[in-house]
């Protein structure tokens, strides 16, 4: 079956820093891009970054409201995709999902199709 | 950055019937659109890609059309499984940025 699994959320304060995980099964991590989506409560959802393939040298492409602050990097040894997250403010409170991208039957990127459950963070003093 | 909107932002309906939801972008997209549906505590379930690719798995009542700046979302008999709210997402340029959401609930 093919999965991901979020982890690492919890509580800090504004300034403080905290690094989640993105584990994968199922699929060839080096194959796919992963893509950062976070909700904040009640609200709707924000795309914040793009981890990508092989192909593109595993670099990421990030939102601007996160960009100078988070850094997303896989660790193939662990099948896993990291979020670091530094400078957090009340505002990056939120769910934060990471979500496979998958691709077609002519290996074309098409969208994000299979998502973890999310992990909380929240930001506040 | 590209800007979606989605209308309308709520809407009502009784089982069996047809609901139509639109994302609208601030720009041409082409065809890289996508749809999704969320379930209160739950991740987004992707149904549709490029502007009406159907998810495997996804079924055959929902389908997406459109092009350019103006894309449609159509559930053809709504289900009570299909509660909840419906995001779009362009997936033409980063940042990839979703509508707002359509909260589908019960008449």
């Known amino acids: 079956e093919m999965q991901v699994v979020e982890s690492g959320g919890g509580l800090v304060q504004p300034g403080e820093s905290l690094r989640l995980a993105c584990s994968i099964s199922g699929f060839i991590l080096t194959d796919h891009n992963i893509d950062w989506v976070r909700q904040a409560p009640g609200r709707g959802l924000e795309w914040i970054g793009r981890n990508r393939d092989k192909a593109f040298g595993f670099t990421t492409v990030y939102a601007a409201s996160v960009a100078d602050r988070f850094t997303a990097f896989r660790d193939l040894s662990q099948n896993s995709v990291f979020l670091q997250m530094n400078s957090l403010r009340t505002e990056d409170t939120a769910v934060y999902f990471c979500?496979?991208?998958?691709?077609?039957?002519?290996?074309?990127?098409?969208?994000?199709?299979?998502w973890g459950q999310g992990t909380m963070v929240t930001v506040s003093s | 950055d590209i800007q979606l909107t989605q209308s309308p932002a709520t809407l009502s309906a009784s089982v069996g019937d047809m609901v139509t939801i639109t994302c609208r972008a601030s720009?041409?997209?082409?065809?890289?659109l996508a749809w999704y549906q969320q379930r209160p505590g739950k991740a987004p379930n992707l149904l549709i890609y490029e502007t009406s690719t159907l998810q495997n798995g996804v079924p055959s009542r929902f389908s997406g059309s459109g092009s350019g700046t103006e894309f449609t979302l159509t559930i053809t008999s709504l289900q009570p499984e299909d509660l909840g709210t419906y995001f779009c997402?362009?997936?033409?340029?980063?940042?990839?940025?979703f509508g707002p959401g359509t909260k589908v609930d019960l008449k």
């Open positions: 720009q041409g997209i082409n065809t890289f």
């Open positions: 979500a496979r991208v998958g691709r077609d039957d002519r290996n074309r990127h098409t969208a994000p199709d299979i």
């Open positions: 997402q362009q997936l033409n340029a980063f940042p990839f940025t």
